[in-house]
Antibody
Framework: QITLKESGPTLVKPTQTLTLTCTFSGFSLSTSGVGVGWIRQPPGKALEWLAL???????RYSPSLKSRFTITKDTSKNQVVLTMTNMDPVDTATYYCAHRGRDFDYWGQGTLVTVSS | QSVLTQPPSVSAAPGQKVTISCSGS????????VSWYQQLPGTAPKLLIYDNNKRPSGIPDRFSGSKSGTSATLGITGLQTGDEADYYC???????????FGGGTKLTVL
């Protein structure tokens, strides 16, 4: 059974750096073809694709956010970390991590991050 | 502004059929597989269709997907009130080297 769960601060101040952790079980990020991605959704708005890391450490980012985002994995801990610098109120959103097998086939419950002073 | 274009809303009566369109370009839908996601109110998205027309285990055959050129379509037959949700298409964009989603379509079952 594949499960994922996001964790991190619920409130950050503008210009701060946000670090979110996705802790998963039921699969290994060392298995060929597997990836873990991050997707966010501002309140009342659409899904936005953010970043993806594959089993071989190949990393992909949304071009519009690439300069601010870093995605890493710790295979031994079954974790994927997303770091976002220079947070702004427009980054307020629910952040989801998801297993990428047959596209994003398993999702975490999401974590709401509010950016406010 | 989303890379993929979906109608903001669609509606139909219980038991009827509805289709939701997703329009893109040759760099995304035209040359990559399309997925569809269902997001019930207050919950995480759920994969409904992958590889244009395949259903994950547990997804009823009332849900179907198709693709033609740079557009894709999600079909839902035998509508139920429990199908009321937001639906998103998603695919890879080869020019952007990243994934993309549509703007979402809210389905209302009248």
């Amino acid at each position: 059974q594949i499960t994922l769960k996001e964790s991190g601060p619920t409130l950050v101040k503008p210009t701060q750096t946000l670090t979110l952790t996705c802790t998963f079980s039921g699969f290994s990020l060392s298995t060929s073809g597997v990836g873990v991605g991050w997707i966010r959704q501002p309140p009342g708005k659409a899904l936005e694709w953010l970043a993806l890391i594959y089993w071989d450490d190949d990393k992909r980012y949304s071009p519009s956010l690439k300069s601010r985002f870093t995605i890493t994995k710790d295979t031994s801990k079954n974790q994927v970390v997303l770091t976002m610098t220079n947070m702004d109120p427009v980054d307020t959103a629910t952040y989801y991590c998801a297993h990428r097998g047959r596209d994003f086939d398993y999702w975490g419950q999401g974590t709401l991050v509010t950016v406010s002073s | 502004q989303s890379v993929l274009t979906q109608p903001p809303s669609v509606s139909a009566a219980p038991g009827q059929k509805v289709t939701i369109s997703c329009s893109g370009s040759s760099s995304n839908i035209g040359n990559n597989y399309v997925s569809w996601y269902q997001q019930l109110p207050g919950t995480a998205p759920k994969l409904l269709i992958y590889d244009n027309n395949k259903r994950p285990s547990g997804i009823p055959d009332r849900f179907s997907g198709s693709k033609s050129g740079t557009s894709a379509t999600l079909g839902i037959t035998g509508l139920q009130t429990g199908d009321e949700a937001d639906y998103y298409c998603g695919t890879w964009d080869s020019s952007l080297s990243s994934g993309v989603f549509g703007g979402g379509t809210k389905l209302t079952v009248l």
